[in-house]
């Protein structure tokens, strides 16, 4: 490539490992290696920085910014290597010196700064967005610790902590000068102004200092580095110097430690009221933050406020942003004196929500006493903007206008009041989109039916995708290749191209090259396998996995059930089950969810029985791989045959793990829920095993389901259940599942596990006959990979892109 040369990289390289760390070649260990080859990257890929921000300046070019409480970004060099075009090159030349370039990657510590699907989204936006060479950039918090690192323990989650060693990562670079004072806490005072006018004085604030860090984001092609930028928070002061003087040293520091526990750690317990208080400064500090850096950089070439949202667009990614409603409206009204009707016209045209959840208990609220207590202008702001909306309610709708602002008021009435930030975020945004066709409608019909009668115009969908640099061919370079071989390499920034792979469908040559990779994909995995739970399974078997957040809406426990019904066809009925099968677990559970850990330690406990039976395991074993993440994730999904995407119709909103299985051969199971209906439509009902209720019928059985029903009337499920009853499963722990049992047979199964009990054995039994005709399970695969272009990330960012930010490539 034109900006990169090798022989300026060397230099880079070795002055590292000798000025830097003060070794020869010979003395450096793998860390250090990894550390000087990010370093003579980074050096290429902050040129290349510098240039798009001088394109961007010199188009006056609107941007886009994305606020998120997580980015899973995950490991970065092989990444950036990518998307320079360098990584053969850079295998090349440090194979001269007898080093691998993948072991340097995999020393590489992963960036603590998210936990699951809404993270790694963000993280696809950003790459889509400097990929299509679009002035796009992320906002969020530099966390010195993430969710938790899991470890199992006798079957059971234990959490750790998981430390990101933040202040000394290769690609985090400091941005000293750009500091954002943030006032917090505090008291109202009622003043009035010259001219007479109410006039609120936020008096007795403290002060946390948000410290700008960035991670730059390489496009593909290396024509275009963004940035994401990430804020640590920082007392005002190092400590009372008064109070260390007289000799309390713990109190002196004791501001301090406060202050910058905001950064420490990702999602801290909101199961008691400090958890709460923490969540919320979290959100605001993310959110006062970025709003202030924002309109630095935008006083930076235009001087009137009130053309912001001509060259500014934000995107609250999920709710947890939504303060920025208020916070853009406070410092456009207290701290530039813009009347309150042009500064409600520029806050809500600048910013657009994205909503991730159909589940009403999922959208969150803020007691008011706690809003009140850490910000209190904002709460009467929030007030302000609420009463304003109220009255257009009763204006419009006069007598009849009760029941709707009972469900659309901001503020929650009852004991505790509360601040609904869906209801806020879609009041003070011009778009609310939704992230799959069949959770948009619902999103409408459905969780907020009468906000849409009042806005129809401010919903539309935007369908989730995911980048295929990282999840084709960074984490899955054989088949990446065996494409490129086959119809070139265009495909990487353009996936519709995958088509073109249709015309290979009956080449058997070109499907025993395809199988062969996912073949080698999978020798890998049964690697990792062994060496991180002991476990021997057999490469040939059928990979049936599920990898994803433990929930009970995203039914682990029927994958279960189904499994213990296998094992009881194997144990008991001697029959065929089809294909030898290895069902693969990995997902972590919240810390304080009883049921989810619960069901991973059913998944442990069901794997020794199953395991270790020599009648059962030669055709049948059941594996959970710890500590979820990307990486691990890089490993799994190009390795799966089967990928289990089976949450309850109506539940999941979208998932992007369905999209990441399929684009890399997975043939998916899964009923018609979030972006599988999409799938389904893509690669053709003969190459996927649909099942179970759909979200109409769903709706409609809830009103009479009566699990016990199904128990009694199918005496495959019966002998399951009485299986987890029983203590087949917990001999050294009688008792241990009866919870679940209640919570299937006698709590009324909500997930309605039972009601699609039948269907979704049925399907897995299909798999097992299908997989045995080698060229009609090899065509079904290839033509998930072949048709599952429309699920790049780059198409979604073009959709928001014309459709609601107004942002333009600058090339």
């Not at 369908?463 to 390499?489: E, H, K, Q, Y």
């Not at 066809?569 to 559970?589: H, N, Q």
Request: net charge neutral; aromatic share 10%.
């Amino acid at each position: 490539m034109s900006y990169f040369d090798f022989t300026g990289f060397e230099v880079s390289f070795h002055h590292h490992i000798r000025y830097v760390l003060g070794k020869k070649i010979e003395e450096a260990t793998k860390l250090d290696l990894m550390n000087a080859v990010s370093s003579a990257v980074g050096k290429y890929i902050m040129d290349i920085s510098f240039e798009t921000n001088q394109r961007y300046k010199d188009n006056d070019s609107k941007r886009l910014y994305y606020l998120s409480m997580e980015f899973l970004i995950g490991r970065l060099l092989s990444n950036n290597l990518i998307n320079l075009g360098i990584y053969d090159q850079c295998g090349m030349f440090l194979k001269k010196y007898g080093i691998d370039l993948e072991e340097l990657v995999d020393e590489e510590r992963h960036p603590a700064l998210g936990n699951g699907g809404l993270g790694r989204l963000a993280a696809c936006f950003l790459d889509s967005m400097a990929s299509l060479n679009m002035p796009g950039f992320g906002y969020g918090i530099n966390y010195d610790y993430g969710l938790f690192k899991q470890i199992i323990v006798n079957g059971y989650q234990k959490e750790r902590p998981d430390y990101w060693p933040n202040r000394s990562s290769p690609w985090l670079i400091r941005r000293s000068g750009n500091k954002c004072m943030i006032p917090i806490y505090g008291k109202i005072e009622d003043t009035k102004d010259r001219n007479g006018e109410y006039n609120p004085m936020w008096a007795d604030w403290k002060l946390i200092i948000g410290r700008p860090h960035d991670v730059l984001i390489t496009g593909y092609g290396g024509r275009t580095v963004n940035r994401l930028r990430l804020f640590s928070a920082w007392a005002s002061n190092d400590f009372d110097m008064q109070i260390f003087n007289d000799g309390d040293y713990f109190k002196a520091v004791d501001a301090k430690i406060k202050s910058e526990t905001v950064s420490k750690i990702l999602y801290p317990s909101d199961s008691k009221r400090i958890g709460k208080e923490l969540r919320l400064v979290q959100e605001y500090f993310l959110v006062a933050c970025s709003v202030r850096d924002i309109i630095r950089i935008y006083e930076k070439d235009h001087t009137r406020l009130d053309q912001l949202h001509e060259k500014v667009a934000i995107q609250l990614n999920d709710t947890h942003p939504a303060l920025t409603v208020v916070e853009l409206m406070r410092v456009l009204i207290d701290e530039n004196s813009i009347e309150w009707e042009k500064a409600w016209r520029i806050t809500t045209q600048t910013l657009g929500y994205t909503n991730h959840t159909l589940l009403p208990e999922a959208l969150e609220t803020w007691p008011l006493s706690i809003v009140e207590r850490v910000i209190p202008r904002h709460l009467q702001i929030i007030y302000e903007i609420n009463q304003r909306f109220i009255d257009k309610l009763k204006k419009k709708y006069k007598e009849n206008s009760a029941p709707l602002i009972s469900k659309l008021s901001i503020i929650q009435e009852g004991e505790p009041k509360k601040v609904r930030m869906a209801n806020l975020a879609i009041i003070g945004s011009h778009s609310v989109n939704g992230v799959a066709k069949v959770h948009s409608e619902l999103v409408k019909t459905q969780l907020v039916p009468e906000f849409y009668s009042l806005y129809p115009d401010k919903f539309n969908n935007k369908t989730n995708g995911v980048t295929p640099r990282r999840w084709m061919v960074s984490c899955n370079p054989g088949l990446s290749n065996l494409i490129c071989d086959a119809i070139g390499d265009r495909w990487i920034s353009d996936l519709e191209r995958l088509k073109e792979l249709e015309a290979f469908v009956d080449d058997s040559s070109f499907l025993d090259q395809f199988m062969q990779i996912k073949k080698d994909n999978k020798k890998r995995l049964v690697k990792i396998i062994k060496e991180k739970v002991f476990e021997d399974v057999d490469y040939t078997s059928i990979f049936d996995i599920h990898a994803k957040r433990i929930h009970e809406y995203k039914r682990q426990l029927l994958n279960l059930l189904n499994i213990v019904h296998m094992y009881f066809l194997i144990k008991e009925d001697k029959v065929d089950i089809g294909y030898p099968r290895t069902f693969i677990f990995a997902g972590k559970a919240a810390p304080g969810y009883h049921t989810a850990k619960l069901i991973i330690k059913l998944i442990h406990s069901i794997a020794l029985v199953v395991n270790k039976d020599p009648e059962v395991n030669k055709v049948l074993k059941v594996i959970f791989l710890p500590d979820y993440r990307v990486s691990l994730a890089e490993k799994i999904i190009p390795a799966a045959d089967v990928s289990e995407q089976i949450s309850t119709a109506g539940m999941e909103a979208s998932g992007t793990g369905n999209m990441k299985f399929a684009m890399n051969g997975a043939v998916t199971i899964g009923t018609l829920d979030g972006a599988n209906i999409e799938i389904y439509e893509q690669v053709g009902k003969e190459n996927i095993y649909i099942f179970g209720l759909k979200v109409n019928e769903v709706e409609q059985i809830r009103h009479v389901y009566n699990s016990k029903e199904y128990l009694e009337k199918d005496k495959r499920l019966k002998r399951v259940m009485d299986a987890i009853q029983s203590d087949l499963f917990c001999k050294k722990e009688p008792g241990l599942f009866k919870h679940i049992y209640k919570t299937l047979v006698d709590q009324g199964d909500f997930y309605l596990h039972f009601a699609d009990f039948s269907s979704y054995v049925d399907a897995q039994k299909r798999i097992g006959n299908d997989f045995k005709q080698t060229n009609v399970w090899a065509a079904k695969s290839l033509l998930n990979t072949a048709r599952t272009g429309m699920f790049s990330s780059d198409r979604t960012i073009k959709q928001y892109a014309s459709e609601i930010w107004n942002i333009q490539s600058q090339i």
